[in-house]
């Protein structure tokens, strides 16, 4: 079982197994699958061979932002989940295949979250707070710079309180915490977690704005390769501030000790990179880091083999070459 400590790395919304009962893990499955199909069928149909190596720096960047966990109030500590950011720059199709390309690598390679419950955290940490957020955007997207970059915000903001909410619900309907008391304590938390979502999403998309803006551009083919080297090169940098990540429990970490929860996490079947190490080398700073790096090119080369995968589908949308 983990312990208080070890239940501190587990990021935001990555529910372990054992958190949830099979019948409700079986369901968020089920409701992913479908949404995953959809993006899938939709990501093909939408093809463009530039936006792959845009979307494995996306990627990349999203993976290494989530090891920089900020101090909350209380005693907690959060990180951008990113969702939103992935929709508004990728669309929300092949954004959604980002995402799950993030939390699936992260549970297989690192183990941060469960297997069984995999469908769950791809639900509450892509699914949910993407559309959430990109919603909004799409609300704003014509209405100007300032306005799309406040709105956007609010759906950022937005985003985390709605994931905050379904997890809740999903801890709820699974008897592992009383529904009066999980809610609340999800959403009060979280609600200062989305403050700090939102101003990286929006500095995020300030940046692209004003050096990329036809990357926000449907119309216009994305091109240039020096942009994801540098992209690329961001992800790594943001990696070297993960040993300097706040070592408070996350919300949900933090909301399974106050309601006594915590023992029912279930440890991985097995260990790769566990905690965001490298076996040999313990808990320390080049560790984090080392293990960092690994995660960001091995998420990157997945994001491109999927792009690769929907190039050479036969169900790719007629008329693209081969």
């Known amino acids: 079982m983990f312990s208080l400590y070890s239940l501190a790395s587990v990021q935001l919304l990555h529910i372990p197994d054992g958190f949830l009962t099979l019948a ?28 792959i190596p845009l979307a494995g720096v996306m990627a990349a960047f999203i993976f290494a932002a989530q090891m920089i966990n900020f101090p ?16 508004v720059v990728l669309g929300p199709w092949l954004g959604l295949l980002v995402m799950t390309a993030v939390i699936a690598l992260q549970a297989l390679l690192f183990q941060d979250g469960g297997y069984i419950v995999m469908g769950s955290n791809i639900l509450v940490m892509g699914i949910v ?18 306005v799309t970059l406040a709105v956007t915000g609010v759906g950022a903001w937005l985003s985390i309180v709605a994931a905050a909410l379904v997890t809740a619900l999903l801890l709820a309907f699974s008897g592992t ?5 999980v809610v609340p304590l999800m959403m009060g938390v979280h609600v200062l ?18 050096t990329r803006p036809y990357l926000l551009d449907d119309a216009h083919p994305v091109s240039g390769g020096r ?63 080392l293990a960092g790096i690994v995660g960001v090119l091995a998420v990157t080369i997945v994001v491109v083999v999927v792009g690769r995968f929907l190039y050479r589908s036969p169900h790719s949308r007629a008329g693209t070459r081969l």
């Open 193 to 210: 977690i989305g403050i700090g979502e939102a101003l990286v999403t929006v500095a995020a998309l300030t940046f692209v704005m004003r």
């Open 72 to 87: 909350v109030a209380g005693g907690t500590s959060g990180h951008l989940i990113g969702a939103t950011l992935a929709f």
């Open 177 to 181: 915490a009383n529904l009066a008391l």
């Open 129 to 146: 707070p993407g559309f959430v957020g990109y919603g909004l955007y799409r609300l704003a997207a014509s209405r100007g710079q300032t």
């Open 227 to 289: 942009w994801v080297l540098a992209g690329l090169g961001v992800a790594l940098l943001v990696v070297l501030l993960a040993p300097f990540a706040s070592p408070s429990p996350d919300g949900l970490a933090w909301v399974a000790g106050q309601q006594a929860f915590l023992n029912r996490a279930m440890a991985a079947p097995y260990q790769l990179l566990p905690d965001y190490t490298i076996p040999g080398l313990g808990e320390t700073g080049l560790s984090t880091i």
């Open 24 to 51: 409700v893990s079986l369901l968020c499955w089920a409701a992913t699958a479908v949404m995953l199909a959809v993006a899938v069928r939709k990501a093909q149909a939408d093809y463009n061979e530039r936006l």
